[in-house]
């Protein structure tokens, strides 16, 4: 049975910003980028063997209205511990302090970090049990 693949797809306002923080900060690999598609750039990242990947678009002369929740999450369970501050360590060497979550439960064995676009993330050092 194949495996459904999941795409998250999110408009910004900052593409460069995004880049930044899940490229670079976050350790994602552009599977692919595309400009002026019908008006949209947008770049897809993830991990080449992964059955998830996040895209972002802009529309060029058109403003999105973000709405960030702080209860709206993209949890990225990492259970070996030494990668798991790797990746802390990752995210702060490219200037993305954690903050606190609104649920406490992620402080627990995790730290949560906003996006640019005020999007929160978490890293969390456990396995996933479901």
Not at 3 to 9: G, I, S, T
Not at 57 to 63: E, I, P, R, S, V
């Amino acid at each position: 049975m194949l495996v459904p693949k999941l795409r998250v797809a999110r408009p910004t306002n900052d593409l460069p910003a995004l880049l930044r923080f899940y490229r670079d900060g976050l350790g994602l690999s552009v599977l692919y980028a595309f400009e002026n598609h019908d008006g949209f750039d947008g770049v897809m990242l993830g991990h080449a063997q992964a059955p998830y990947h996040l895209e972002f678009t802009a529309q060029a002369g058109h403003t999105v209205e973000l709405r960030p929740n702080p209860e709206q999450l993209l949890v990225f369970y990492i259970p070996e511990r030494a990668e798991w501050q790797l990746a802390v360590a990752r995210m702060q060497q490219h200037g993305f302090a954690p903050v606190a979550a609104y649920n406490p439960y992620w402080d627990q064995l995790g730290h949560t970090f906003a996006d640019p676009d005020g999007y929160h993330i978490v890293l969390q050092n456990a396995d996933w049990q479901f």
